[in-house]
């Protein structure tokens, strides 16, 4: 059990460097591995470079152990993946969705995606080690319900374990999609980091949290909920009820809104234009015009990066974190919006908080959320199973 | 040595509990602490309610192993303490101090009533354990010296361990006076809340973080550091450079501030009357104003009351704990001053994350610093010691 854990956080490591890793002696840890070797569930990959003498071994997990499936539900889109052990994709898929329909016929589309990946790749549903799913509301993780979900309220307490699980007869688990974006990371980084956040700002905007090496879930599961701090007490109201909440001022639909704006009092032709063209202006749009270089645009991308950086600079001096990491979909209207967050947080924070901060977009990008719902699936997997050692 | 740590963690425990905490067989348990105690390092402290059957004994470290000396520095105030290894105060003294003397004076201060502490008790140097030693700044922990400390510069880098080692020849161990705090609720507690803030108030404002059990420093140990968000865009300017800082708008001074306008405007004849007695006036003279039903300190109580729920919002929605408790000087201006806190924070934060959360003024009151650093010295003193077990 532990070895395998081990070997699934350590990606491409050695014998040598998995006994280290586990504090076992080597000839421990060569027993061990050669035993799961033997029942298939271990397997070498190739040739390390050498550093001196016989070059090692790469211990992964085997392919022969089955697939997990991760899907990354955000408020209007949906990802899907198929992944080895070791979270190689086989296969994606990515469309749009929206979340308000509700359980039955969101979860209807995910099923299908799920048996439509599996089938084109030889796969049978047996294959399935375990499922992991994000979904964008705050989740009890041990029920794997969601609680009160601003954004999607039908799906308040309905059992996403229960319907996904008759399905495929694999273990089902579900967290909430900004946590599963910083276990990918986390799991990408091979834990070397202890202390770091995740925002994603996209339909709402949440922060995924690090501590102590581990996701950190608070009280209630509710952790990270920084979408309703309060960055301007005259600014407009929320649908939670409050007035100012940054997720009303600088996530997608307010960039849209500002975009309208903007379009609609003759102070962009770039928007303008494109508001003609579709009828609705979504934060790609301000993206776009901003790239060819947008006054109007520029402004509204700078006055969102600005007060994600106003809110994160309150957490950065309450948290301290090594890294903060920022993702989804609002992130690709280009490295404008990064530079104004940058320059908010710098600007406020304190010294000894921001000297050795690093702030960049998520280096797993886009992946993130589906990587994040793969590592849920195996490690909760690996913890469930009977497996030796 | 890690039953020894779950003695000292588990007020009070008999044979039984103990094997529970530690998973232990009974045998196994009854064993070592057979063993602990015939070495003198753990005794039986009478009877315990029955369950039903024969009686428990109550399992303690034994006063054998000698004492700890704990000193709690505030920005004005000294406490010292020397306590028995169960934390029990065998003698104490508080006095005023200004840390802005540099820790020379202070220090030379805090050496002389540790030695006058052990005299008047019949203690000899040599049977101090370890000791344990707030500071209010920013600690690296690992060094044990204050990094940039804004209220206390003459003591960056300064080396408290080497200058209070060598007068006792006894490990010291140093951290912020917050976290203290933090750390001796949590052992009050005998870590039964997993995720909690102790929020000070006073000359300055910090936090303390407790998270997954653990007391949490930060990247680099300036993790709680709320004093320095931003409450007031439009505030005055705090001595940190920036401004609309809750500390600057809501510590001991602002208090101070106001109430001294207060009286200077002929808003509150208390608060003119206590200024003219003594010349200035403090955040204790607006409490016993307010007690008084003064109008004018009632509003100051509330405004610095509601700022620091302000900042708690924001942090209840990033952090989701399930308590916070709020200790330091201010807090004696009374329950007003909570009562406006919760009132902030309740009416600021998303239901989720307030619907199970506790605000309330620190259970071990103005003992909670200079228990934790008689925590601090104890657990560090155990992890330090080749104790067997």
Redesign the interface.
């Known amino acids: 059990m532990e070895v395998l854990q081990t070997v699934f956080w350590s990606a491409a490591t050695s014998r040598t460097g998995l006994a280290s890793r586990l504090a076992y002696s080597r000839t421990k840890a060569n027993s061990l591995i050669a035993g799961l070797i033997e029942q298939g569930l271990v397997q070498e990959a190739g040739l390390q470079a050498s550093s001196g003498g016989r070059r090692p071994e790469t211990l992964q997990l085997a392919g022969e152990l089955g697939v997990v499936i991760g899907a990354d539900l955000g408020a209007t889109s949906l990802d899907v993946a198929v992944m080895r052990p070791d979270l190689r994709i086989i296969a994606s898929r990515s469309e749009e969705a929206d979340v308000r329909a509700g359980p039955g016929v969101v979860l209807a589309r995910v099923r299908q995606l799920m048996r439509e990946l599996l089938a084109m790749n030889g796969l049978s549903p047996r294959q399935v080690i375990a499922i992991g799913l994000g979904v964008p509301g ?1 989740v009890d993780f041990a029920s794997g319900q969601l ?2 979900p601003p954004l999607m309220p039908e799906w308040d307490a309905f059992s996403i374990r229960d319907y996904l699980g008759e399905a495929f007869d694999a273990p089902v688990f579900v967290d909430n999609d900004v946590n599963l974006m910083a276990l990918g990371e986390l799991w990408r980084l091979q834990r070397s980091l ?2 770091f956040l995740v925002i994603k700002v996209g339909t709402g905007i949440g ?1 995924g ?1 690090v ?2 090496g ?1 996701v ?11 979408g ?3 960055v301007d007490q005259a600014g407009p109201r929320c649908h ?1 009820g ?1 007035v100012g909440c940054l997720e009303a001022m600088a996530a997608g639909p307010a960039i849209a809104a500002m975009a309208q704006q903007a379009a609609e009092r003759g102070e962009s032709r770039s928007l303008a234009e494109a508001l003609r063209a579709t009828g609705r202006l979504t934060a790609a749009d301000v993206g776009q015009a901003s790239r060819n270089g947008d006054a109007a645009a520029n402004a509204i991308i700078q006055r969102a990066g600005s007060l994600v950086g ?2 994160l ?3 950065v ?6 890294h903060v990491f920022i993702g989804g979909g609002v992130t690709q209207v280009g490295p404008l919006f990064l530079a104004s967050v940058r320059q908010s947080v710098y600007h ?6 921001t ?3 690093e702030i960049q977009y998520t280096p797993l990008g886009t992946h993130a959320g589906v990587t994040g719902t793969g590592v849920l699936a195996m490690q909760e997997a690996l913890r469930l199973s009977g497996a030796p050692a």
Do not use: K, T, W
Request: aromatic share 6%; proline share 4%.
């Open positions: 705050p609680v009160n202890q202390n922060c949290i501590c102590h581990e950190y879930r608070g009280a209630n599961g509710s952790a990270g909920d920084v309703h701090i309060c939670c409050n106003q809110m600079a309150s957490v001096n309450f948290f301290n974190p090594s406020r924070s304190l010294a000894l908080s000297r050795h901060l």
